[in-house]
C-alpha cells in the first residue's frame, strides 16, 4: 500500500512552534497542507508522524480535528519513526512529506503518486540537471519516494546519527546499494537560481508567510510563482541571505 507520512513536530532547533504559530489566516502550515492533501488525494492514507514530546500534543490535536491519522515515536531516529509508522499502517511505499515547505506543490505531488505506484524503485524524486536530488535543494515544492523495505534496510547497515535524522540521505548517497530513480526538474524552474521557499528560521517565516498571503491563487504552478516571486527583490534579497546562513 501507497501512503503520505508527513514529518512535523514543535520543538524545532532554529524556529519553536514553526509548524503552529498562524501562518495564514490564523491557521498553521501544518493545517493549511493537511486541509491540501486531504481534498487532493481524498482515496490515499495520510499520516502525520510526530513525536512523544509532550509538546507535540498540538500536533495530535491538529490530526484530530483534521481527520488525519498521526503516529507518535522516537524525536530523535526520526528513521525509525518512519519504519513504524509505516509497519502500523501497513504502508510500503512512502511518499514523505515535510512539513517544513507551506508550498508544496500537488501537481508535482500528483505527478510523484502517479509514478510510485509504477515504479519498483527504493527512491523516487525528483532531481536537478546537476543530479542534486531535490530534497537538497533550497526550493521546497517537492516530496519523495521511500519504500519501507529501503528504510529497513538503512536502519540494519548504520547508526550514523545524520542517517537516523535524515531519513533518506543513506539511500540516494549510495546509488551502487539501492534502486533509484529520479523525474527531472523543468529546466523552465532551474533556471530560477537564488530562490528559497523552505520553512527553517524566523526569517524565512516571515518571508514566506509575506509572499503566501500575496500569490494570487494558492495552487498556483511552480513556473507562474516563481515569476510572481522574482518581481520582489526585497524577497530575493532575503532568501539570498538565508540560503548562505543554511546550507544544504
Known sequence: MLG?????????????????????????VLELLLGQLN??????KIIVATTSNILDNQIEEICKRQGVNFYRGSETNVLQRFI????????KKIIRVC???????????????????????DYLSFITSDEKPSILTHFGFWAEMVTLSALNRVADSTKDKIYLEHVTNYIYS???????????ISPDVERYKGIRM?????????????IYSKI???????????????????WLGSMKKQIESNGK
Open 174 to 184: 549510495n546509488p551502487t546499494i539501492f534502486n533509484l530513480e529520479f523525474i527531472p
Open 99 to 121: 512539513a517544513d515547505n507551506p508550498f508544496l506543490n500537488i501537481p508535482a505531488l500528483t505527478h510523484l503518486v502517479q509514478e510510485s505506484t509504477r515504479s519498483n524503485a
Open 4 to 28: 503520505i507520512i508527513i514529518q512535523a513536530r514543535v520543538g524545532s532547533t532554529r524556529l519553536p512552534n514553526k509548524m503552529i504559530k498562524p501562518f495564514y489566516y490564523n491557521e498553521g
Open 84 to 91: 513504524d509508522v509505516a509497519n502500523k499502517y501497513n504502508i
Open 216 to 234: 494570487p491563487q494558492k495552487n498556483i504552478e511552480i513556473e507562474d510563482l516563481l515569476a510572481f516571486v522574482i518581481e520582489n527583490k526585497q
Open 198 to 210: 523552505t520553512l527553517d528560521t524566523q526569517e524565512d517565516f516571515d518571508l514566506l508567510q509575506d
Open 39 to 44: 481534498e487532493s488525494f481524498p482515496e490515499t
